[in-house]
């Protein structure tokens, strides 16, 4: 193993990282894909972030960088912004149709 990476950091292996999130990300993807509902296709989004960022954290732990610690960082302030947005603008849509649901959006194109 290599000295630079903190001993509780060397206890799980990177692989166990990267399979999390790659699960994660799974998870999200087929939610986007199925789900009508824009709440849950938001918090999906959401969901494939998060793994991004398991990815990101655990890479720059094993390589003792922070550059990736602070990417995530930035991606955790644009996500807060992009929850303020998308929920506002579902809400917008849910006071319009009384319903969240995505296939319903295209009569509001007229």
């Known amino acids: ?20 999130a790659t699960a994660l ?6 939610g986007v894909l199925t789900r009508r509902n824009a709440i849950i296709i938001f918090m999906c989004i959401e969901l494939m972030l998060n793994a991004v960022n398991v990815l990101l954290t655990a890479f720059a732990a094993y390589r003792s960088d922070a550059n990736g610690q602070v990417f995530v960082f930035f991606i955790m302030a ?4 992009e ?4 929920l506002a603008i579902i809400v917008m849509i849910y006071r319009n149709l009384q319903n969240t649901d995505v296939n ?7």
């Open 83 to 86: 929850v303020a947005v998308g």
């Open 25 to 30: 990300f799974a998870i999200g993807v087929v």
């Open 104 to 110: 319903l959006l295209n009569r509001l194109k007229f």
């Open 1 to 20: 193993m290599d000295q630079n990476i903190p001993q509780v950091i060397q206890t799980v292996p990177l692989q166990y990282y990267v399979f999390f």
């Open 78 to 81: 644009v996500a807060a912004a």
